[in-house]
């Protein structure tokens, strides 16, 4: 049974860091690509960022946040900087069984529960 569990959400000032992580077990995605979504209240799911062999990013996160994966440890990452309350939203992250990067949440076979970042002063 694939699982993907994400954690190091939480509250933060505007202009400060997170680091957020994603365990995935069940499955290796070492050779598939994987992304992160956000959901903020009353709106839709959107793409944030995903990594294959490279790294793709939303407009409006590029050059403040950072993507990675340790294979070896079957886990993804965001960091995430110069954090504004517009980012406040509940992350999640997904895994697919494809190689090829994709921004859309319904190319993505796997989520996880979600975890909330709130950024406020």
């Given at each position: 049974q694939v699982q993907l569990v994400e954690s190091g959400g939480g509250l933060v000032q505007p202009g400060g860091s997170l680091r957020l992580s994603c365990a995935a077990s069940g499955r290796t995605f070492s050779n598939y690509a994987m992304g992160w979504f956000r959901q903020a209240p009353g709106k839709e799911?959107?793409?944030v960022a995903a990594i294959n062999w490279s790294t793709y990013y939303t407009p409006s996160v590029k050059g403040r946040f950072t993507i990675s994966r340790d294979n070896a440890k079957n886990t993804l990452y965001l960091?995430?900087?110069?954090l504004r309350p517009?980012?406040?939203a509940v992350y999640y992250c997904a895994a697919r069984t494809s190689s090829n990067i994709a921004t859309n949440e319904y190319n993505y076979n796997y989520w996880g529960q979600g975890t909330q970042v709130t950024v406020s002063s």
């Amino acid at each position: 049974q694939v699982q993907l569990v994400e954690s190091g959400g939480g509250l933060v000032q505007p202009g400060g860091s997170l680091r957020l992580s994603c365990a995935a077990s069940g499955r290796t995605f070492s050779n598939y690509a994987m992304g992160w979504f956000r959901q903020a209240p009353g709106k839709e799911r959107e793409f944030v960022a995903a990594i294959n062999w490279s790294t793709y990013y939303t407009p409006s996160v590029k050059g403040r946040f950072t993507i990675s994966r340790d294979n070896a440890k079957n886990t993804l990452y965001l960091q995430m900087n110069s954090l504004r309350p517009e980012d406040t939203a509940v992350y999640y992250c997904a895994a697919r069984t494809s190689s090829n990067i994709a921004t859309n949440e319904y190319n993505y076979n796997y989520w996880g529960q979600g975890t909330q970042v709130t950024v406020s002063s």
